[in-house]
């Protein structure tokens, strides 16, 4: 009888040890690997300018007089116009661009002259450039826009 209570007594504290062993495994946290901190630089990316380039137009008008524009935009804060008109050439510079949408910027080069001469536009549809605007519309009457070569 006494090996039977004793027995009784040490399975009671075995089936006691383990509930409370189960217990402490489900309160203690388990260990969760971290990775080490990487040091990752706070500047952000810069992004290209996809206006940035050198962008060229020529024309001739009715009475075969060529205009050229060469136009240089090295930010959107600063752009560069010479203008080729038969010989005769004039230069702007420290140009600010506006952007009118994603996709098309306005350049006020002249504001001295009058009906919007000195604003010319530029637009853009993926590889694609148009300039246009009243001198373009002048120097080539009937077309609104005109195709800008960017060569860098």
Not at 16 to 21: N, R, T, W, Y
Not at 89 to 100: C, N
Not at 133 to 140: A, E
């Amino acid at each position: 009888m006494f090996k039977k209570a004793t027995f009784s007594v040490l399975t009671i504290l075995f089936l006691f040890s383990c509930e409370k062993d189960n217990r402490k495994a489900m309160v203690q946290p388990k260990e969760i690997a971290v990775a080490p901190v990487q040091n990752v630089s706070t500047k952000a990316a810069t992004v290209p300018d996809p206006w940035k380039g050198t962008y060229h137009f020529e024309a001739s008008n009715r009475d075969q007089i060529k205009t050229s524009y060469t136009i240089i935009i090295s930010s959107l804060n600063d752009i560069s116009i010479q203008i080729n008109d038969d010989g005769d050439k004039v230069s702007y510079s420290h140009i600010k661009a506006e952007v009118l949408n994603d996709d098309k910027i306005k350049l006020v080069f002249d504001a001295s002259l009058e009906d919007e001469m000195g604003i010319i536009y530029i637009e853009k549809s993926d590889d694609t450039y148009l300039i246009s605007g009243y001198p373009i519309y002048f120097i080539n009457p009937g077309n609104d826009e005109m195709p800008l070569i960017k060569e860098k």
